[in-house]
């Protein structure tokens, strides 16, 4: 398969050590070393994890406001060092967040984050579901987090994911804080509440009606230290990966009395009670099935998050933990009570299991759990005693059938339906976890590949099912089956010896009607909750794949299945190695508008100057040649040239562009419009010619996610705006993190000059007007600090210098800026916060664009962060502005501040212009417009409106 892919700016997880490093184009490379994942672990540490799952039906629940609030450390202790089976319920995607790692915002780093998670829970062996709620940015007020996610909805998530994983424990965030991150208290909140409805038949009872049963949560916990509970340990104080801060898209609390310290949203400390009750968990004991502390797991596992900047140093040694304080519970026996676990007075044996029996329970229930259990016992005793997988084989087929007699006998036994249902639900569980055991102890390697990862509708595909046994004696494959294609999707039994491999090969088709893969759930417009498709189980991080592989053995005479999905094996790069996915669905030509937002400005010097020019990227996704005729769409009065353009593609993944050009017409209406592409016409061997194409697809991967797509509409929205910029702007631009600002001015009609590090270093900086900095220069561009002098040289000779947000950690470093200043963890998170111009007549708000009142209308998520905090009095701040929350009080300055130094200027941004543009906002569009300008301000007539 030749395709076109995102290249990431991480590099590589692979099967055994590998290097992975950070960095974009000129910028500087970090290395950082991990190791396989766990859950890739086979051999001895595959079985013996696998082996201490089951002789507990214990169940724990995390519950969080956004990826990489939780601690997986703890997540781990249960799930890796017990054998628990262990869920984190994460209230939102973190689609409000910024992205260290890459240019993803909105709908699509909430994919980025979501597959992140999944990554984590490759090391800390957790479950993932989430809830509705959407991540709308940094919040102050519970109110409005309330408002915009919807109580009753989110709080019926709660319940329905509490329903369906019933756990034992829960643990949440804290419930109250004056400092900001309210989703993490709502998140808290509302799981307080759940703890008590799930438990209520008369709460959302259409759950019921579903399938769903109440259940009562044994205890719930809160934290009862700083930093969500962490103790210290591996990663730094708290456990947070020893960054200066927490992550890009959560960090601040902005300076609220109380707050945590600088460049941290978790709330402060409670005072130590010593008089109170806790439960202390200690992660900083040895492993010697894994080979390291639960702590240590628990840091590479949060290391994932990051296009969060989490910290890919691991530290070892020391004692690292969790203190939570009990919040609620039916046990009255665990309250008052000091302890060492969260499941302290909870029998999570499998003989728990006869407690929803009733007071007799029937004789087979209880010698079949009695049989259960010692087998579980003795296999793993076996496997301790010799280290021998195979050993372990006789006690694990034994308690697969054991698990199997009594699921089967349940309707004989007397139960209530609700008993079977709780009984027959755990032990679902066991009969998979005995089969995976099985399998690890004797060897067994399955795969199932497919000959294409990106397919489209009616696409013929090959599949291979392959098996390798590398168990002491041979067993049988009974089937092997495929689900969700068309065609023959089976192949024969056959016995498998101990080499070589059992092979099989089925040809089948793509189902004409498939689906295109991406996310199955939507943000409507201006909503704070998102939608669900229907058909996807709910919570999950993604929809299943429909394109399954099952496997069916016969081993010493005991069937055991194993079901997977099809996936697609590809090399990535030297750094990545073998990569894997699932199948993707994609069109057969996908279209790729661009700009995906177009601003038209009102008043220029003659038309022509407002021609714009859209390009249409297709790539052909057929299975050979195909051609097509594009067109684009536009509003009545528009031209468009060429009317339609030919495409002719010689073979899959190869991509052609078309350039239009769109006029609008002379006096154009202010307003909204949208160009939208189309592929018709389209020639193809596997294509009937009906078909027309008008979508395509983002692409997100990096070295540690698994690839995913996000469809998009191919059109773009056009903006008529009244805007304009200084004449003959020669502007530069050193990229950060990345963000899509130059691109914006692209559409202001500025050509920009991508600034690298040999002309940052050796380059003629005097040559342009204006020079901007990209968000999060000084974290990314270690040249930047080495030459920032030069900057402010520039400064000093009469350039303009536009400094685009810093955090604190890398900001403070040094000083930056041409006199004492330093960031600050300030921010206004009202997207509708009144602004004051405090100095009304500075070109900044004058030229070219008079900025008025309503230039401040129709922001999206947030109004700044990160403001210019403590500087020299030769700072002049240009506006300052407030939020209407009780925790974020009090009119702060630093959102935008002008320096004279010299003969020029040095200016600091923390207005989110850069989060504005992307999105369109017609007034960012003004003031940057004015901000770049600047540098032509001495040379211009004084400054006028428009």
């Known amino acids: 398969m030749t395709r076109r892919r995102y290249t990431g700016l991480l590099a590589a997880l692979s099967l055994s050590v590998a290097a992975l490093t950070i960095g974009t184009g000129a910028q500087q490379r970090s290395p950082q070393y991990f190791v396989e994942p766990l859950s890739d672990a086979r051999g001895q540490v595959g079985l013996g994890l696998a082996l201490r799952k089951l002789s507990t039906v214990g169940t724990f629940m995390h519950t969080t406001a956004h990826p990489d609030d939780e601690n997986n450390a703890v997540l781990a202790l249960y799930a890796r060092g017990q054998g628990m089976r262990v869920a984190l319920l994460t209230a939102t995607r973190g689609d409000g967040g910024q992205n260290e790692i890459g240019p993803e915002l909105f709908d699509a780093i909430g994919v980025l984050r979501t597959e992140e998670l999944l990554a984590a829970h490759r090391w800390d062996g957790a479950e993932q579901y989430f809830t509705r709620a959407v991540d709308f940015g940094f919040s102050f007020s519970p109110q409005e987090t309330l408002e915009k996610w919807g109580h009753d909805e989110i709080l019926g998530d709660f319940v329905r994911m509490i329903r369906t994983i019933r756990p034992d424990v829960m643990v949440t965030l804290p419930p109250s804080g004056t400092g900001g991150g309210q989703h993490h208290m709502v998140s808290a909140t509302l799981s307080f509440e759940a703890f008590t409805a799930a438990a209520d038949p008369a709460k959302f009872p259409e759950q019921l009606q579903q399938g769903l049963q109440p259940w009562q949560v044994k205890k719930l916990y809160q934290p009862g230290g700083g930093g969500f509970g962490r103790l210290g340990g591996p990663g730094g104080p ?36 010593p008089n109170a009750k806790y439960a202390t968990l200690d992660t900083s004991g040895y492993d010697p099935l894994i080979g390291c502390t639960i702590g240590e797991v628990g840091g590479v596992a949060a290391s994932m998050h990051k296009c969060q900047g989490r910290s890919p140093i691991q530290n070892f040694g020391g004692t690292s933990g969790a203190r939570y304080k009990l919040a609620a519970t039916v046990l009255d026996s665990q309250k008052d009570k000091n302890e060492s676990s969260l499941f302290e007075g909870i029998d999570s044996s499998l003989a728990s299991l006869l407690q929803h029996a009733g007071a007799t329970p029937a004789a087979a229930l209880r010698d079949g759990v009695a049989t259960i259990t010692s087998r579980a016992i003795n296999a793993q005793k076996s496997f ?87 168990g002491p004696e041979d067993i049988s494959i009974t089937a092997m089956k495929l689900a969700g294609f068309d065609g023959e999707a089976a192949c024969p039994g056959a016995p498998i010896k101990n080499t070589p491999a059992f092979s099989c090969v089925a040809d089948v088709k793509i189902p004409a009607g498939a689906k295109l893969t991406g996310p199955y759930w939507n943000r409507p417009p201006d909503v704070g909750r998102a939608t669900y498709e229907p058909e996807p189980p709910y919570g999950l991080p993604f929809r299943p794949s429909p394109f399954r592989a099952r496997f069916d053995f016969d081993i010493n005479g005991v069937a055991v299945t194993q079901e997977m999905p099809v996936q697609y094996r590809y090399a990535g790069d030297l750094a990545t190695g073998e990569k894997r996915m699932e199948l993707n669905v994609v069109p057969g030509l996908a279209l790729h508008v661009e700009p995906s937002v177009m601003i038209v400005p009102l008043k220029v010097a003659a038309a022509v100057d407002r021609r714009k020019e859209v390009r249409v990227t297709v790539e052909n996704n057929t299975k050979g040649a195909a051609t097509a005729s594009i067109g684009l769409k536009v509003p009545a009065g528009w031209r468009v040239l060429p009317a339609t353009a030919a495409v002719s593609l010689g073979a899959e993944g190869e991509t052609s562009t078309v350039r239009f050009t769109v006029t609008p017409p002379p006096s154009p209406a202010a307003g909204e419009f949208a160009l939208k592409a189309e592929a018709t016409g389209v020639k193809a061997a596997d294509l009937t010619g009906t078909e027309a194409f008008t979508q395509g697809y983002q692409v997100i991967e990096y070295p540690h996610t698994q690839r995913r797509h996000k469809v998009i509409a191919a059109e773009t929205t056009v903006k008529v705006v009244d805007v304009g910029v200084a004449p003959g702007l020669k502007m530069g631009y050193i990229m950060g993190v990345g963000d899509l600002v130059p691109q914006a001015l692209d559409q202001l009609g500025v050509k920009v000059t991508m600034i690298d590090a040999d ?117 002049t701040d240009l506006v300052q502005l407030q939020d209407p929350f009780e925790y974020n009080t009090g009119m702060k300055g630093g959102a935008l501040v002008e320096a004279r130094y010299g003969k020029g200027r040095w200016l600091y941004v923390g207005l989110g212009l850069w989060r504005q543009l992307p999105y369109g906002t017609v007034g960012a569009y003004q003031l940057m417009a004015n901000l770049i300008s600047l540098g032509k301000v001495p040379r211009v007539a004084p400054a006028g409106s428009r």
Not at 421 to 444: N, T
Not at 852 to 872: H, I, P, S
């Open 238 to 273: 708290g456990g947070r990966g020893g960054r200066a801060g927490r992550g890009a898209g959560r960090a601040g609390a902005p300076g609220a009395p109380g707050a945590g310290a600088a460049g941290s949203d978790l709330p402060p400390p409670p005072p130590v009670d």
């Open 384 to 470: 301790q005693g010799s280290m021998n997988p195979a050993a372990t084989l006789p006690d694990l087929l034994a308690g697969l059938t054991a698990v199997r007699a009594v699921r089967a006998g349940l309707g004989s036994m007397g139960l209530s339906d609700l008993g079977k249902y709780e009984i027959d639900f755990r032990l679902a569980q066991k009969e998979r976890q005995f089969q995976e055991a099985i399998v690890l102890a004797h060897g067994l390697r399955i795969d199932a590949t497919a000959d294409d990862g990106i397919v489209m509708g009616g696409q013929p595909v090959r599949v291979t099912a392959a098996v390798a046994n590398r």
């Open 759 to 875: 002309a940052l270093a050796y380059g003629n900086l005097a040559g342009y007007d204006t020079i901007m900095l990209g968000i999060r220069a000084y974290e990314r561009r270690d040249d930047l600090k080495a030459y920032n002098h030069r900057l402010i040289k520039y400064v000093n000779d009469g350039g303009t210098l536009i400094v685009q947000y810093n955090k604190t950690g890398e900001f403070n470093q040094a000083q930056y800026g041409p006199y004492p200043a330093l960031v600050s963890s300030n921010r206004v998170t009202d997207e509708t916060a009144p602004v004051q111009i405090v100095e009304k007549e500075h070109h900044a708000f004058t030229y070219p664009n008079r900025i008025r009142q309503d230039a401040w209308d129709g922001w999206v998520q947030e109004r700044g962060l990160y403001f210019l905090g403590e500087k020299d009095a030769k700072y």
